[in-house]
């Protein structure tokens, strides 16, 4: 049998996780909601930006723009890619900032090996919001730009903005053919599912996938029977509109992976503490048979000697 001050350290111990799991458990619970709040007032407007770029590029003719022409390597030639990578900044999350490494090698191993088979070079950087994912990808071994340092938490506009302007300006200046995000998307409040989208050149299918599933490719303006008339041309409308697209994408997956990490979480010291209250309630039974074994042994000690007392 255990010893009984053993056993009364070992249920404090965990009483103590408990109270620190579930504190954290209401703190992730509060900024969860927060989180998917402003989840919620980011995408109507990406929804209408990503509308309105795919009701031009269906209806208008002659459109132009370097984010939507996508080069075609020969043999010998090298794909130079960029991987912008959304994890978190704080573990305690489950297996949330594993998977987004296991998400990225997955990927770029893949784009290497299917860039191999059909003999093109493959040169790639990742950039990685979040510190615990950067440090796990430097130890094993791809290549990180050690000096891009963006936190995930409390995510913001002009964050974003910032982000997507070093995306436009080493995109345009041709040090990447390739632009992509890799981060977890929010389907509801409790399911959350990697998405990996290539950002530049755009691709119209990563549009469309944000789009409601029951809004025509038309758009939903168009399928209306309304004939739109773009100010001063579509070709200077689609050029401000990239450059919007690029921030709301940029800023719609920031939120994004900040409401999965808050879900996450919130999960993980959920578990957590489900998991100590049952310890508890072992440790607590555990404690009592140990007492009552004590009290056991005192009472026999005592009779004992009571009897050899008689016996003199």
Known sequence: MENLNAIKKRIKSVTD???????????????????????????????????SMQEIRNHAENIENPFFVLEQKKTGETWKIAYFVLSGDQGLA??????????????????????????????????VFGKLAREKLIRN?????????????????????????????????QEFDLVYLIYTKMKSATVMVPAVVRLAPVDMKSIASVLPDNMTDAGMAVSNGTELEYSPNPQEVFDFLIDTYLNAMVYGAMVDAY???QTARLTAMDNATSNAEDMLKKLQLISNRARQAKITNELTEIINGAEQVDNL
């Open 17 to 51: 996780i408990s109270q620190m799991t579930n504190a954290m458990q209401l703190v992730s619970s509060a900024k969860m909601r927060r989180s998917l709040a402003l989840h919620d007032s980011v995408h109507p407007f990406f929804l209408l930006c990503a509308e």
């Open 94 to 127: 489950g297996a949330y900032n594993n998977n987004m490494v296991k998400i990225t090698e997955e990927h770029v191993q893949n784009k290497i090996l299917d860039n191999t088979r059909k003999g093109i070079q493959t040169d790639y950087k990742l950039f």
């Open 141 to 173: 071994g791809y290549n990180v730009d050690r000096d891009f340092s963006f936190p995930i938490s409390e995510p913001d506009f002009y964050q974003a903005r910032n982000v997507a302007s070093i995306i436009r300006q080493k995109f345009l200046m």
């Open 259 to 261: 409401a999965s990490e």
